[in-house]
């Protein structure tokens, strides 16, 4: 790699880890740039998860010394979003570069909208979690594993709304949630990938360096009105990297 995009790794990995703790979408950011000094798509894929991994470490630590990880308590969506991720990672080996760049370019065009509209804002936290919702739960925890295994960008976004809408957690919780399954899904997804030499790990490392740095900022941040004009940068940086892979795509 050339020093400039040493550089120029390590700070957008910076800025994806910071957006990755304190909300999400940090990879709508972090896989583009892989595509584009690059890699091929399925291996852009695998190698952005290293950085993943190590920046949801860095964070379960960081508030692991704060509060308790619950563990046990939201054992069924760790666990259904872990069984969904393998799935969804040996589906992704099977598709052509093309069709991965597609779907990601679609994929951060629907993540807009999560920027733009926050469904989180108005919650009831009064209804019971009965049975049959907890059943559906435990599905779209699957669903959501199978699109981290498969894609994984912008999976903060559905993690954060399935934890707040339907299992009524706090923001803090939903926040400790998506990160665990993010860094369970990734890490298992990693693993598939590794196993059938898709991961470029000197690239890895060196967005994985600028992550958890971020993560460690990120960890202490806490949003507010003063966040808002990050939402409008990433808004406009997401918009003209799915505009230009799409023009790449079909010309």
Do not use: H
């Amino acid at each position: 790699m050339a020093l400039a995009e040493v550089i120029i790794l390590i700070v957008i990995g910076f800025i994806a880890g910071v957006i990755n703790t304190v909300s999400a979408g940090g990879s709508l950011l972090t896989l583009p740039l892989l595509l584009f000094i690059g890699l091929p798509a399925t291996e852009a894929n695998a190698t952005n998860r290293v950085a993943i991994v190590a920046q949801s470490i860095t964070s379960i630590i960081t508030f692991k010394r704060k509060q308790s990880l619950q563990l046990r308590k939201n054992a069924t969506i760790y666990l259904t979003s872990a069984f969904g991720a393998i799935f969804g990672a040996f589906s992704a080996l099977s598709i052509s570069d093309r069709t991965f760049i597609f779907i990601l370019a679609l994929t951060m065009v629907t993540s807009i909208l999560f920027l733009i509209w926050n469904p989180l804002k108005a919650v009831n936290r009064t209804v019971t979690l009965t049975p049959f919702m907890a059943f559906i739960g435990g599905a779209l925890s699957m669903g959501i594993g199978f699109y981290s295994g498969f894609i994984q960008v912008g999976v903060g976004f559905y993690i954060m709304i399935l934890a707040i809408l339907l299992y009524k957690k706090s923001f803090a919780e939903a926040t400790l949630i998506k990160i665990i399954v993010a860094g369970v899904s990734v890490s298992l997804s990693l693993f598939i990938y590794a196993a059938n030499g898709q991961v470029n790990w000197l690239v890895g490392i060196v967005l994985a360096l600028g992550n958890m740095a971020g993560a460690l900022v990120g960890s202490r941040i806490v949003l507010g009105k003063q966040t808002k004009w990050i939402r409008i940068v990433l808004i406009c940086t997401i918009l003209l990297m799915a505009v230009r892979l799409l023009f790449e795509l079909y010309t």
